[in-house]
């Protein structure tokens, strides 16, 4: 086969595949064997049949389509490859003259991946940086989240406070008859936490292990439960246990049971060298964000509809696998939402707009600044993924064959000028505004004084009403929780 670039106007490429006779006769052989067992022809047993006797029977050209199909199969990736081109769609394709002892031409026309040919003012550009200082408060809220991590439940013989665990059986009754869905039996519950309707976990405040308390408490209104709603009911509990959060005290030995060094100073230290560094990693991508917003709104890119559409695919496949971790598909969540997809897609468009056209804007800078990626480099990635997923170099790189290792380069690429535009920038480093926050208390120690149960406001009210009576066995969550995430 022979492969020859014809033309290449705008996102058009034109090229031609020219096979000779004997390649077209192979072919035909080929799709001979491949299919002769679909025939039966007195005198033969199946697939006994000569292709002579086949072709006299059915006509000469039997075996052409087939043939035809294998060929642009087989040489159309070959083709593409040898011209360094990539396409975003499907091909045309018109056939020359063709039948026994003729040679063949296939005219492929198809669109490209596009190149901004006059991609402009994309170096030097201007953008702010808010840089922000960590503080003797950032370290403090990261040491507590530490404590918590390394925190332990324990039973406590006292009365039970707000921020308690409880575990505890109960009934729901309205009136005299008991009602589906209020009952369960060794029951987890934290004080404060809200799982309940309104007004029941507070009344479990005073209560101690081995008591029973009836907890009186209304359905709201807009319960989504119509029997229940608006109505009077009582539960009656018994505590089993009563459970407290305690947390290590922060010295010494909770920094050599957490980290590897000696001291907390030296914890301490590290901890805030961390917090900095991300925090100054997370100032420089916002820049870097925002710079690219600018070079994007800078240049005019027209966008082709079918990469538009590829990439709400893409988006959309990707929602769906988070959804099915929770335990819904895409068409449930839509139903759920009552949307349809059609709807659905057209939301997702002008975000896939902009997704589209900012690699595209990126591409052409690498394009127009010749980046690329060594084979140093490459290798330097691989071990890092490698590294990252704990395995041999050798596996990502099998696990990477074909387009994968493509696309994976092409990511190293925007990468580059990512980098190569931050550092060509004029970026102004300024410091953020300081945030007012309110100081917590370390939660080392717990004071044994009773709290009176916070009041909720109208709008967790609003919520609750949303909510079971009481919570039920672990249960698959609800669309409208994730789609609050």
């Known amino acids: 086969m022979k492969t020859t670039l014809v033309s290449k106007k705008n996102n058009d490429v034109e090229l031609t595949m020219d096979f000779t006779a004997e390649e077209f006769e192979e072919a035909v052989n080929k799709a001979y064997r491949a299919s002769k067992n679909q025939f039966m022809i007195d005198g033969f047993r199946k697939g006994k049949a000569p292709r002579s006797i086949i072709e006299r029977h059915y006509g000469e050209g039997i075996f052409y389509e087939d043939a035809i199909n ?35 031409t296939m005219t492929v026309k198809v669109p490209i991946y596009p190149i901004i040919e006059d991609i402009k003012d994309y170096k030097g550009v201007e953008v702010d940086q808010l840089e922000e200082k960590v503080g003797k408060e950032d370290v403090d809220k990261e040491l507590e989240a530490m404590q918590k991590r390394n925190s332990r439940m324990v039973v406590v013989d006292r009365e039970v406070k707000d921020g308690d665990t409880v575990t505890l059986d109960y009934a729901g009754f309205i009136g005299d008859n008991q009602f589906d869905g ?62 407290e959060e305690q947390f290590p005290d922060l010295d010494d030995e909770f920094a050599k049971d957490v980290s590897e060094f000696d001291t907390l100073d030296e914890l301490k230290k590290q901890t805030k060298k961390d917090l900095q560094e991300s925090k100054d990693k997370q100032a420089e991508n916002a820049a870097k964000d925002a710079l690219i917003e600018k070079i994007y709104d800078a240049n005019k890119v027209d966008v082709p509809k079918v990469m538009v559409e590829d990439e709400i695919d893409n988006m959309s496949q990707e929602l769906d696998q988070q959804l099915r971790y929770q335990g819904l598909s895409l068409d449930q969540y839509l139903q759920y939402m009552q949307k349809d997809k059609n709807a659905f897609r057209d939301e997702l468009r002008e975000e896939a707009t902009k997704k589209v056209g900012t690699r595209l804007v990126l591409r052409s800078i690498a394009e127009a600044e010749k980046i690329e990626v060594t084979e140093a480099e490459l ?57 007012k926050t309110t100081t917590k208390k370390a939660p080392a120690k717990k004071s044994d004084e009773k709290k009176a149960p916070a009041k909720k406001t109208a709008a967790k009210k609003t919520e609750a009403a949303k909510k079971p009576a009481v919570k039920k066995a672990p249960a698959k969550k609800t669309a409208a929780k994730k789609e609050s995430k």
């Open 70 to 104: 294998n060929m642009f199969r087989e040489g159309y990736p070959v083709a593409i490859e040898e011209l360094g081109i990539e396409v975003i769609d499907s091909p045309n394709v018109d056939f020359s003259d063709f039948g026994k002892g003729k040679p063949m």
């Open 182 to 243: 209020g009952t369960a039996e060794r029951q987890e519950l934290k004080i404060g936490s809200g799982m309940f309707i309104p007004g029941f976990e507070e009344q479990l405040v005073g209560a101690k292990s081995g008591d029973k308390v009836d907890v009186n408490v209304p359905f709201p209104e807009d319960y989504h439960e119509k029997d229940l709603a608006g109505n009077e009911a009582v539960f009656h509990c018994q505590i089993h246990d009563v459970k």
């Open 379 to 435: 290798d330097e990635e691989l071990k890092t993924l490698a590294e990252q997923y704990r395995m041999e170099v050798d596996q990502v790189k099998q696990a990477l064959e074909g387009g994968s290792m493509d696309f994976f380069k092409k990511d190293i690429v925007i990468r580059k000028v990512i980098d190569m535009l931050y550092d060509e920038a004029k970026v102004n480093k300024t410091a953020a505004p300081k945030a």
